[in-house]
């Protein structure tokens, strides 16, 4: 089993996605074995979108991160970082695939709906930034 990390945006918790995005990962096959909704703080979102830093899209993505709560959670599953990939789409809403989570309810790749880890290494790293060991379900 492999564990990823998964952010429901700020745009899809105010559009009233959320419920519709977490069926749809169940329905998948992954299994949710943490959950919970916050909302980052600026300082926050910049330690956790470091890699992105000297990107032109940074500050508007620093300002979307954090305009509303997010819910994050931790999915396990066979494969799990490209498994959750495949089911967001590509990171623009006009080119991702029929069907997938950013196709469905993306606005715009500033506002795509979700988050999900790009690597199991980063996988690990993001979901250590959010939960301790007794959050996660084994
Ligand atoms: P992928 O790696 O498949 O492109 P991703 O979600 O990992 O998808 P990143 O490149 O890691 O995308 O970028 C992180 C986030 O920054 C994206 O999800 C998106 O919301 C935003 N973003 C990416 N590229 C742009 C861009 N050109 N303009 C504005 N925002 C962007
Ligand atoms: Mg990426």
Known sequence: ???????????AVINKVSGKIIT????????IIAQKMLQLSKEQACCFYAAHRDKA????LI?????GPV?????SGDNAVEDYRSLMGAANPASAEEGSLRKLYGISIEKNAVHGSD?????EREIAFFFNQLEIMS
């Open 63 to 67: 300002n979307n991160i954090t305009a």
């Open 24 to 31: 749809a990962i169940e329905e998948h096959g992954l299994k």
């Open 71 to 75: 819910i994050v959670q931790v999915l």
């Open 119 to 123: 690597c199991a290494q980063t996988a």
């Open 57 to 60: 899209f940074f500050n508007e």
């Open 1 to 11: 089993m492999e564990r990823t990390f998964s952010m429901i945006k700020p745009e």
